[in-house]
């Protein structure tokens, strides 16, 4: 069961269990069933043959909308090729507000956009004082959003219960601190469960040394969703 403030997801696979845990609820509380899950905080949920698709295309729409950008021209990229965002020297941004609530819906929205984590990260480093440039670069993600607001993640109905990760990162990426940036994808069987885009805390001395902190990262996500799948009794050869 999954709770936030006053709104509930139930899952599992005893429909039986289910059922008498629902009625059992509605002894305690006087609550409302809304049936098969279909939208929940931003998320849409739809399901298929294939499996059950997540996506924030509603959500997506708002923040477009919210910039101002319904009649904007797409574009094919979030951010552009060797940005120079934290060199930055133009005017500050006059509108803190502003700024912090677009890129804190976009981080948001990177619940079932993984795409957007590199960019997202970049932009989430200035919030503090953000200027003309790093506005504009928040406008880039909005219109590349435009071109594609329904991407979904897909979790697939057959899964093998193998957990697989991916990781990279550049070497001394940050002109300030010279900290390099790691990235790590985490799929389960061949649905994406985890990914995330982060500053590395001390400056690698080597590209070799980046890369190794890298993989320590990703190993780490891996060994703690091993711990959650025991958690919830679910145990399998191939995961790890």
Not at 3 to 28: M, P, Q, R
Not at 87 to 104: E, M, T
Request: aromatic share 12%; proline share 4%; with cysteine.
């Amino acid at each position: 069961m999954l709770v936030y403030v006053d709104d509930l997801i139930i899952s599992g696979d005893n429909h039986e269990a289910i059922t008498e845990f629902k009625a059992y609820l509605h002894t305690c509380f006087h609550m409302k069933y809304l049936g098969i899950l279909k939208y929940f905080l931003g998320v849409e949920v739809a399901r298929s043959s294939a499996g059950i698709f997540l996506c924030q295309r509603k959500y997506a729409l708002n923040i477009i909308a919210e910039a101002g950008l319904l009649g904007a021209k797409p574009l094919n990229v979030p951010i552009e090729h060797n940005h120079r965002l934290t060199l930055a020297a133009d005017l500050p941004f006059p509108h803190l507000d502003q700024y912090r609530r677009l890129v804190g819906r976009l981080i948001y929205l990177c619940f079932t956009r993984p795409e957007l984590s590199y960019c997202v990260h970049v932009l989430s480093q200035f919030m503090q004082t953000p200027k003309e440039a790093h506005w504009e670069a928040t406008l880039h993600v909005v219109r590349y959003l435009k071109g594609n607001p329904g991407q979904s993640v897909l979790l697939c109905k057959d899964c093998d219960l193998q957990l697989s990760g991916w990781c990279d990162s550049d070497w001394a990426g940050c002109p300030l601190t010279r900290r390099s940036i790691t990235e790590w994808f985490v799929i389960l069987g061949s649905s994406p469960i985890s990914w995330k885009t982060k500053k590395q805390q001390t400056v690698s001395r080597s590209f070799v040394e980046a890369k190794y902190r890298s993989m320590t990262a990703v190993i780490g996500e891996l060994k703690w969703l091993k711990g959650l799948f025991h958690s919830l009794s679910i145990y399998h050869s191939l995961l790890m």
